[in-house]
């Protein structure tokens, strides 16, 4: 007898062993599928399935922005910036979280805007909050800079705040800040008109906008308008991205084509 036999014998009724004697092999093939049928969650299914779909979306998208021309790719930064910038609802926030662009990642520019909100005196009196990945479980932070020059590149080249300020001092989160962010800008991989958003895949900006929004419900402060830069190669028909309970969708879209308010709060605070 196999030490599969003896295993299954051990807790088969009298019946059950009879017929593991007499086809011991059909009946172990039965029992794994009956087990299998048991055991597996119809949930974790379909978020494998939609994984794969990202994982897959991610590559196309990839191999779309090595397509796009160096030139063409430098107007679109350029037209997408000077939009924001001449926003009426980007020149009243006070506060606000953007991303440093990195150029390897294709990612829409923002060094222009940064350089504008960070010029000395600060535009209008903005205070600028910029990410820093702490490790690779999904958590980031938002910090606070004054300069350009309180930026240093990490481990993969790309450039983050510096967690101490030049006097030692620990640098403002925006977790703990006293006053609400009025604008996030983010970044991404792909977007759609209805507020999806694909990310690389690492959850760090959905795992943040989720737990600001948590606190800002928390404090009864007013939601941060959440507005993405895409590049026209970006934007995709509406359904191909596939979503899950722990995306968080956006406000608003700019490309440069223009503005593209999404929700309720965007048309509201954009389409005055």
Known sequence: MSFTQ???KEWLPKTAEASLQAASAPFVLWL???????????????????FNQ???????????????????????????????LGAPWFKSSLRLCAYISCSSLREVDTSKLLSLILQDPPTGGKKLYVPRVEDKNSHMRMLC????????????DILEPDPLDA???AREDVMQANEPVDL???PGLAFDKSGRRLGRGGGYYDTFLKNYKDLANTRNWTQPLLVALSYSEQILDEGIIPMTSSDVPIDALVSPAGVIPITAVAIKRMCP
Do not use: E, W, Y
């Open 6 to 8: 003896k295993k299954k």
């Open 145 to 156: 800079i004054s300069r350009i020059d309180d930026l240093i590149a990490n481990s993969m």
């Open 184 to 186: 996030f800008l983010l």
């Open 54 to 84: 990202k994982r897959a979306l991610r590559t196309q998208v990839r191999k779309t922005l090595k397509t796009i021309d160096p030139s063409h790719r430098s107007q679109q930064d350029d037209a997408i910036q000077n939009i924001i």
């Open 167 to 169: 006097f030692g001092n």
């Open 32 to 50: 794994c599928r009956h087990m299998t049928m048991a055991t597996t969650n119809p949930q974790d299914c379909h978020l494998d399935a939609i």
